[in-house]
């Protein structure tokens, strides 16, 4: 099948677009406004951007209802901290109820039951439980203009400026990621978790697909 976004329709009962960028990582954001009140929010357009300094960056739609921007968003461009934290299998439950549209002023980490751990650099709380947070600083937005006003998004790139590891999935010195489970977005309703790894090695020079130029004597 063909189809050209935004000018010609797919023809399929549901759009397949988050189908085809799988598995997308879950940025489960936690932000704070001037006041003080916690939000937290997961979002699967997430992504880790660079790592000297590391980068991260996550795309927001508008509110369903107004299509204002998103808590996540005003919060985060209000006071310039933000924390990502990694959810898990064990989280999956609880992760999406932090997705519903909760009433201003309701503090959505305690709604939710989840036990806030202090950040050491920003405000905002890291979630317990989760076994990786960053604590992050905003860098810029990138608005990404919609068809419709529905559509509009707000791409929030943030730099990491502290990383907490659970020391219980270091194991070998390296992060086990079998032992995490991230849990991950695909298309629809569909989520996967990480119960599988395979290692390659980069390929040889030997086996490169094209001859190394030899450098000019
Ligand atoms: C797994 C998952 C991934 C999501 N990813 C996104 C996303 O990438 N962008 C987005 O705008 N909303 C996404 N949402 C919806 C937001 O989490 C939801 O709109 C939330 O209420 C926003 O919170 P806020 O208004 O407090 O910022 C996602 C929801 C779930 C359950």
Same mark, same amino acid.
């Given at each position: 099948m063909y189809y050209e976004p935004g000018k010609t329709d797919h023809g399929l009962p549901y759009n397949p677009l988050k189908g085809c960028v799988v598995p997308r990582p879950i940025g489960w954001i936690t932000s704070m406004n001037k006041a003080g009140l916690v939000n937290l929010a997961p979002f699967s357009f997430f992504n880790l951007l660079s790592y000297d300094p590391p980068y991260v960056c996550f795309s927001a739609g508008g509110? +369903?209802?107004?299509? $204002?921007?998103k808590d996540t968003v005003v919060n985060i461009e209000e006071t310039g901290e933000f924390v990502y934290n990694l959810a898990t299998w064990a989280q999956r439950d609880v992760m999406t109820k932090t997705s519903q549209i909760v009433e201003r002023g309701v503090d959505e980490m305690a709604a939710a039951g989840i036990e806030p751990l202090p950040s050491k650099l920003v405000k905002p709380p890291r979630v317990g439980g989760s076994p990786v947070q960053f604590e992050c600083l905003y860098h810029q937005t990138v608005v990404l203009a919609g068809n419709r006003p529905s559509s509009f998004h707000r791409v929030v790139f943030g730099r990491v400026i502290a990383v907490h590891i659970d020391? $219980? +999935?270091?194991i070998n010195g390296k992060v086990d990621v079998l032992k995490m489970r991230p849990i991950s977005r695909l298309g629809y309703k569909d989520y996967t978790s990480i119960e599988s790894i395979f290692q390659m090695e980069m390929a040889s020079p030997e086996e490169a697909l094209t001859p190394r130029r030899v450098a000019a004597e």
């Open positions: 509110n +369903v209802k107004d299509h $204002d921007p020391d $219980d +999935v270091i």
